[in-house]
């Protein structure tokens, strides 16, 4: 099945600093990736998404682009707040198609600490 | 709210005994999946519906673990004499069934805590 590669953390930054996190995953076919973020003491939350090769996600000022060439979805934002702790999952589908369609396997998160 | 609700949010309970977490999915959503997530851990998959159906179990749900939806619309999840490697945080997830479509919304969690 496909698998995900997530850069281990934690990251610490302060406040305004530019951010990477690293995801790079292996596939059969060209599957949707995702990343997720956990607040502490919540659950995942969808953060952005991307569909097809070439297509970028954003939201909240993160950004991630769908890079076949290089089978990665690394995660950017510009500047980055306190607020944006976290702890940030590259995901994308285990398998393609059939009846467990749908069924996501992660990485093992990277836990993000934005100091002021 | 139209989100994923779990509930409880947390449980604490003896080694032996045995828990009922229930989770209600998105109302439009036919998918609804159970993810295991350990301490420092990304989450892992153990169970799928696709309305009442059970269409797959992961090997991480042993015998104790049982898992229902009997109308296609809530679920239910239940361990049976817990063992302290049973504490984890248990996420509910659903999903449409639109062709492609493949994000899963997540409810907040329940944590469990076996002592």
């Known amino acids: 099945g496909n698998s995900v590669t997530q850069m281990e953390g934690p990251v610490t930054l302060s406040e305004e600093a530019f951010l990477t996190i690293n995801c790079t995953y292996t596939a059969t076919g060209y599957p949707s990736l995702f990343w997720y973020v956990q607040y502490p003491g919540e659950g995942l939350q969808l953060l952005l998404k991307a569909t097809k090769a070439d297509d970028k996600g954003s939201n909240k000022g993160f950004e991630a682009t769908y890079r076949k060439e290089t089978t990665s979805f690394h995660l950017e934002k510009g500047s980055v707040q306190v607020s944006d702790s976290a702890v940030y999952f590259c995901a994308l589908p285990r398998e393609a198609g059939g009846t467990s369609y749908g069924k996501l396997t992660f990485g093992q998160g990277t836990i993000l600490t934005v100091h002021p | 709210d139209t989100g994923v609700s779990q509930d409880p949010r947390h449980k604490i309970t003896k080694r032996g005994q045995n828990v009922t977490f229930r989770c209600d999915p998105i109302?439009?959503?036919?998918?609804l999946y159970w993810y295991r997530q350990t301490l420092g851990q990304g989450p892992e998959f153990l169970t799928y519906?696709?309305?009442?159906?059970?269409?797959?179990k992961s090997r991480l749900l042993s015998d104790r673990f049982s898992a229902e939806r009997p109308k296609g619309s809530f679920s239910t999840l239940e361990i049976q004499r817990t063992e302290q490697g049973d504490s984890a945080m248990y996420l509910c997830?659903?999903?449409?069934?639109?062709?492609?479509?493949?994000?899963?919304?997540f409810g907040p969690g329940t944590r469990l805590l076996v002592l």
């Open positions: 997830a659903s999903s449409p069934k639109r062709r492609l479509e493949e994000t899963q919304y």
């Open positions: 519906f696709q309305n009442e159906a059970q269409l797959e």
């Open positions: 109302s439009e959503h036919n998918r």
